[in-house]
């Protein structure tokens, strides 16, 4: 039972990085975007 609540906080905190990274990168995204904007 014990290793199934472990199992499932390494699985949340794998999604949490997982999103982490997507929110960064979407970010970046963005920002390029923008900068990209401004040079036209």
């Known amino acids: 039972m014990?290793?199934?609540i472990n199992?499932?906080?390494q699985l949340?905190?794998?999604l949490e990085?997982?999103?982490t990274e997507i929110k960064l990168e979407r970010?970046?995204?963005k920002e390029q975007q923008w900068n990209e904007?401004?040079?036209l």
């Open 2 to 4: 014990k290793q199934k």
């Open 27 to 29: 970010e970046n995204e």
């Open 12 to 14: 949340i905190i794998a």
């Open 37 to 39: 904007l401004q040079e």
């Open 17 to 19: 990085e997982a999103l």
């Open 7 to 9: 199992d499932q906080e």
